[in-house]
T-cell receptor, first 114, second 111 residues
Framework: NAGVTQTPKFRVLKTGQSMTLLCAQD?????MYWYRQDPGMGLRLIHY???????AKGEVPDGYNVSRLKKQNFLLGLESAAPSQTSVYFC?????????????FGSGTRLTVV | AQTVTQSQPEMSVQEAETVTLSCTYD???????LFWYKQPPSRQMILVIR??????QNATENRFSVNFQKAAKSFSLKISDSQLGDAAMYFC????????FGAGTRLTVKP
């Protein structure tokens, strides 16, 4: 099925470890986004991309890096994980012509940093 | 920066009854989009309904409708004939360029 796929779905990290979350979409969407979801705070935008090779900061970018080397993939990296980065991470995408539509979301990655 | 406020952390409704979830937002823009998303325990984000700010007519999708008050910057969701499957977190979202979300309202449906 077409859509947004996130890997992994679950991960436990130790403080200081690094990891990369992968988001892949097969809808030829230009725009891709990374959000984190925390209880009582909704979804907050970490970074986003408006096209291959571009990235930009969102509301809460500190401690994260991203790359969009291929149009279909958007990677979120944690260089040195901290307990405050324990969260559920969502990737989303939309096409450039879908201006009045919502985003297509992945199913999320639950990350625990101990 | 745009902010989205959902003042009801939790709501409860009896099956077959009607419930309204509140949302207000802050913006200086005149052209934008508003959305309601549903998030069941599966964690999947499901688009429920959307509204273009330039349209005066309130959007409707089956049992779901909105009351969009542009001057008041209010965007409430009404769920009619509530069903057990409507139980979920509901997020209000605003989009001008990127999408910003409220903190969510957890809806419980009592049989």
């Amino acid at each position: 099925n077409a859509g947004v796929t996130q890997t992994p779905k679950f991960r436990v990290l130790k403080t200081g470890q690094s990891m990369t979350l992968l988001c892949a979409q097969d809808m030829n969407h230009e725009y891709m986004y990374w959000y984190r979801q925390d209880p009582g705070m909704g979804l907050r935008l970490i970074h986003y991309s408006v096209g291959e090779g571009t990235t930009a900061k969102g509301e809460v970018p500190d401690g994260y890096n991203v790359s969009r080397l291929k149009k279909q993939n958007f990677l979120l990296g944690l260089e040195s994980a901290a307990p405050s980065q324990t969260s559920v991470y969502f990737c989303a995408s939309r096409g450039s012509g879908d201006i009045n539509y919502g985003y297509t979301f992945g199913s999320g990655t639950r990350l625990t940093v101990v | 920066a745009q902010t989205v406020t959902q003042s009801q952390p939790e709501m409860s409704v009896q099956e077959a009854e009607t419930v309204t979830l509140s949302c207000t937002y802050d913006t200086s823009e005149s052209d934008y989009y508003l959305f309601w998303y549903k998030q069941p325990p599966s964690r999947q984000m499901i688009l429920v309904i959307r509204q273009e700010a330039y349209k005066q007519q309130n959007a409707t999708e089956n049992r779901f409708s909105v009351n969009f008050q542009k001057a008041a910057k209010s965007f409430s969701l009404k769920i009619s004939d509530s069903q057990l499957g409507d139980a979920a977190m509901y997020f209000c979202a605003y989009r001008r360029s990127d999408m910003r979300f409220g903190a969510g309202t957890r809806l419980t449906v009592k049989p």
